[in-house]
């Protein structure tokens, strides 16, 4: 656990969060050349089946920054654990601005996150106690946010926002790989542990 | 893989008589696929914990007493208009088809997760149907 804490944050300072936003916008350099591909039928509706599971995408994002951001300010993470929850976070919020730079490219409207009062209900976050239950926490919703990419694939329109998501699930399994370790967890032994 | 691609003949029986079951019966959708819970809950808290709780309307509704419930119709959720609308019961068979594909099954729809392995299908519908038993729906 020390050892992992220590990479990561040695890692944090070579990476420096705020490269990690301009980096994610650029992964939607193709989109725009996609909203046109696809927009023969002119419109919103043309792409309303991906605007809505892209903005239940960004949900997803906005819910893993809120428990980030509890965590953060619990005061119950160690200063290794809070450095990477915050390296984590700051990534979330890359996505979170991909996939509502997305929605507005195909013509949505991205939803907004709910209020802190909501997510302390949804993520039940009474039942926190010390840093061990928010790893947990944020270990299972890297693990299902991994798989709820991987499982809207086949929905989409298009190609590249298959590819976005899976780049997004992919940044969503390290941190899940990241907090097993962390925790101490033994990995699964079977191929495909997600999907 | 072949068996899939080429189904013997009382396969396909099998699966015209499941269909063909009243919507509340008890038959799998899947022959010879027999769900279960305890394997549906794992399978649930991986692939649907992100989007949805039991008890709490998260990106997607609360899920407690769904099988056995009417379409849209979890209390406090905004569902959208495809899914509001929808005329139907959540059973094993709606259930089976939904995961499969929910646009597919109601067009319109804001889920777009697809579950494709008919046994991790068996299985989250069966531990779906467990909590709505307990639950007394």
Request: aromatic share 6%.
């Amino acid at each position: 656990m020390d050892k992992i804490i220590t990479s990561r944050r040695s890692m944090v300072g070579i990476a420096g969060v705020s490269v990690l936003s301009a980096a994610a916008i650029g992964v939607l350099g193709n989109v725009p050349a996609l909203a046109r591909a696809r927009g023969k039928r002119p419109g919103v509706a043309a792409h309303q089946g991906d605007i809505d599971i892209l903005n239940v995408a960004l949900g997803l994002e906005h819910e893993a920054i809120e428990a980030y951001q509890i965590g953060a300010e619990s005061g119950l993470l160690e200063k290794g654990v809070l450095d990477l929850a915050l390296l984590f976070q700051g990534q979330h919020k890359g996505h979170r601005d991909a996939l509502a730079g997305a929605v507005r490219q195909l013509g949505g409207t991205p939803v907004n996150a709910k209020n802190r009062a909501d997510y302390m209900v949804s993520l039940n976050i009474a039942a926190i106690h010390n840093q061990t239950d928010i790893l947990r926490l944020a270990q299972a919703h890297e693990r299902g946010a991994a798989n709820a990419y991987i499982g809207v694939m086949p929905s989409l329109g298009g190609r590249d926002l298959a590819q976005v998501c899976a780049k997004i699930a992919a940044d969503e399994a390290a941190h899940w790989s990241l907090l097993t370790s962390a925790l101490g967890d033994k990995l699964p032994g079977p191929a495909f542990m997600f999907g | 893989m072949q068996k899939l691609q080429t189904p013997a003949p009382w396969i396909v029986g099998l699966v015209v008589a499941g269909l063909t079951l009243p919507a509340t019966g008890g038959a799998p959708h899947t022959p010879g696929l027999q769900g279960d819970a305890a394997r549906g809950a794992q399978v649930y808290a991986a692939n649907c914990g992100s989007c949805h709780s039991l008890d709490a309307n998260r990106v997607g509704p609360a899920h407690r007493g769904v099988f056995g419930r009417k379409a849209g119709t979890a209390p406090g959720f905004a569902y959208s208009p495809a899914l509001h609308s929808a005329r139907f019961v959540w059973d094993q068979r709606m259930l089976d088809r939904w995961l499969q594909n929910p646009q597919a099954l109601v067009p319109g729809t804001r889920m777009g997760f697809r579950l494709g392995d008919p046994q991790r299908r068996a299985d989250v519908i069966a531990y779906l149907r467990q909590l709505s038993a307990a639950a007394g729906h």
